[in-house]
């Protein structure tokens, strides 16, 4: 069974920082995501990574196979960005995701 | 853009009722995923389905739980006889490739 750990648990910081929450797992997988879920308990795909790093907007997402991690990083944050990010992982096919505790994110004017 | 939906998005229900929650994936789509999260944890796999039967399932999955695709756009959750602990939000996802998954907005379910 995989296990999914993410650091900080919580995160708190000023407007236009730069934000880096941390993801590692126990066994190999097929493909990591990061899931975005805000207050009202929606849960939107952000990425979806099985190798090495992708970028969309201000969102850029790395994963080290050897070492399962993977990071998230926000540039230049902004307070809509506050939310709960998500790590979760599969071996894809109907495997279901394993998911993280999630990194509760609050970005202050 | 074609997104997967969830009715209702809360219900209440007394103890020991059945309950049918329903979602409508993305029509091209071949797998489908039913999740929970309870208030304050995890989200937790329940139970997957594909070609028209449940794939894998958690430990969570018990008897009580039951799943159907009827009618081919339908993709259903039924739980026997709720207890007070199937409290949760849960959400149905569905996948055309089994890798990209995409959530539905949730159903907020209350056992009084």
């Known amino acids: 069974k995989n296990e999914v750990e993410q650091s900080p648990q919580n995160l708190t910081a000023q407007e236009g920082e730069f934000i880096t929450i941390n993801c590692s797992y126990s066994v190999g997988i097929s493909a990591l995501h990061w899931l975005q879920q805000h207050p009202g308990g929606g849960i939107v795909s952000l990425f979806m990574?099985?190798?090495g790093k992708k970028k969309h907007g201000r969102l850029i997402a790395t994963i080290n196979i050897q070492e399962k991690h993977s990071s998230l990083h926000i540039t230049a944050s902004h307070p809509r960005d506050s939310a709960v990010y998500i790590c979760a992982v599969s071996k894809g096919g109907a495997d279901g995701l394993t998911f993280g505790k999630g990194t509760h994110l609050i970005i202050q004017p | 853009e074609p997104e997967v939906t969830q009715t209702p998005s809360h219900q209440v229900t007394q103890m020991g009722q059945e309950v049918i929650l329903r979602c409508v994936p993305i029509s091209n789509h071949l797998y489908f995923y039913w999740y929970r999260q309870i208030l304050g944890q995890k989200v937790e796999f329940l139970v997957s389905?594909?070609?028209?039967?449940?794939?894998?399932k958690s430990e969570i999955f018990d008897d009580q739980f039951s799943v159907e695709r009827p009618d081919g756009s339908n993709f259903t959750l039924k739980i026997r006889s709720t207890k007070l602990e199937d409290s949760a939000m849960y959400f149905c996802?569905?996948?055309?490739?089994?890798?990209?998954?995409?959530f539905g907005p949730g159903t907020r379910l209350t056992v009084t």
């Open positions: 996802a569905s996948s055309r490739t089994g890798t990209e998954q995409y």
């Open positions: 990574l099985s190798s």
């Open positions: 389905f594909y070609n028209n039967e449940i794939s894998e």
